[in-house]
Nanobody
Framework: QVQFVESGGGLVQPGGSLRLSCAAS????????MAWYRQAAGKQRELVAG???????AYADSVKGRFTISRDNAKNMVYLQMSSLKPEDTAVYYC????????WGQGTQVTVSS
């Protein structure tokens, strides 16, 4: 069963940057698109960014131009580079295979506050 371990979150001031990492277990990682999601307190989980097997990317309007998703198939890793962070980016961030009903990892908390 595939599993994901997210890391790299923390407390950052508005305008700051963070790089999140997601380590995926299991084989055939490169055969799947990957996505980052986030869930703010009291809100539903939302899709933030996705990357296809070919490296094409897509972003939610709220993060477009500020976040960059990337992947390293050799390491089974997915990354989310976040810049110009805003308080509304505060959430727990998760990764998952695109379009698959995988179990959620523990996520990584991102808090944007002065």
């Amino acid at each position: 069963q595939v599993q994901f371990v997210e890391s790299g979150g923390g407390l950052v001031q508005p305008g700051g940057s963070l790089r999140l990492s997601c380590a995926a277990s299991g084989s055939m990682f490169s055969f799947y698109g990957m996505a980052w999601y986030r869930q703010a307190a009291g809100k539903q989980r939302e899709l933030v960014a996705g990357i296809s097997t070919a490296g094409s990317t897509a972003y939610a309007d709220s993060v477009k131009g500020r976040f960059t998703i990337s992947r390293d198939n050799a390491k089974n890793m997915v990354y989310l580079q976040m810049s110009s962070l805003k308080p509304e980016d505060t959430a727990v961030y998760y990764c998952r295979r695109s379009g698959m009903i995988d179990p959620w990892g523990q996520g990584t908390q991102v808090t944007v506050s002065s």
